[in-house]
T-cell receptor
Framework: DQQVKQNSPSLSVQEGRISILNCDYT??????FLWYKKYPAEGPTFLIS?????DKNEDGRFTVFLNKSAKHLSLHIVPSQPGDSAVYFC?????????????FGKGTKLSVKP | ETGVTQSPTHLIKTRGQQVTLRCSSQ?????VSWYQQALGQGPQFIFQ???????GRGNFPPRFSGLQFPNYSSELNVNALELDDSALYLC?????????????FGEGSRLTVL
């Protein structure tokens, strides 16, 4: 029973174009969402987050959108760069839960082609 | 600033054996979480330690146990190893009270159970 779903295992995008990574969740108690990026042989690194009281958060080339009614969030990368090629994990957590208890999706492997 | 370090990076055990994995948290961080990442899956929360006490646990049996030491380093112990325990074990540290859910991961310890 997956509470956080990333239905696209992989995504290929041309350099300079927009990358859109999608994530769906089922638990309505989730109130904080995060994206992590993982390169091979490295641990995941935090990218961007959003609280459920917002519907958008931007950080440079990265923007996360949250649609609570649809239980859907997306990560937009504009413009995409070859260095963005990595596996991206969507994660969620519920208020009152332990700080470290993140529920992760299976990840989407992004390939940005020059 | 020293990041999260884990040891060993790779190890092979046989079914029924016991294993201890070690983690040094990032300088200044007092909270450590452990995650299991099976092949093709996202990280799955095992447990978290805050100031040397377990502070949250995921859906893992009691043969998964841990410790946190006064210097905030941590150990993950797994007894009676099973084939399905083969996975990448990730340690993540954070500062209690920091931005909720933002974890700093180590590179992981890859365990193979034969």
């Amino acid at each position: 029973d997956q509470q956080v779903k990333q239905n696209s295992p992989s995504l290929s995008v041309q350099e300079g174009r927009i990358s859109i990574l999608n994530c769906d969740y089922t638990n309505s108690m989730f109130d904080y969402f995060l994206w992590y990026k993982k390169y091979p042989a490295e641990g995941p690194t935090f990218l961007i987050s959003i609280s459920s009281i917002k519907d958008k958060n931007e950080d440079g080339r990265f923007t996360v959108f949250l649609n609570k009614s649809a239980k859907h969030l997306s990560l937009h990368i504009v413009p995409s760069q070859p260095g963005d090629s990595a596996v991206y994990f969507c994660a969620a957590t519920a208020g009152g839960g332990s700080q470290g208890n993140l529920i992760f999706g299976k990840g989407t492997k992004l390939s940005v082609k020059p | 600033e020293t990041g999260v370090t884990q040891s060993p990076t790779h190890l092979i055990k046989t079914r029924g054996q016991q294993v201890t994995l070690r983690c040094s948290s990032q300088s200044g961080h007092n909270t450590v979480s452990w995650y299991q990442q099976a092949l093709g899956q996202g990280p799955q929360f095992i447990f978290q330690y805050y100031r040397e006490e377990e502070n949250g646990r995921g859906n893992f049996p009691p043969r998964f146990s841990g410790l946190q030491f006064p210097n905030y380093s941590s150990e993950l112990n797994v007894n009676a190893l099973e084939l399905d325990d083969s996975a990448l074990y990730l340690c993540a540290s954070s500062l209690g009270g920091a931005r909720f859910g933002e974890l700093f991961f180590g590179e992981g310890s890859r365990l193979t159970v034969l």
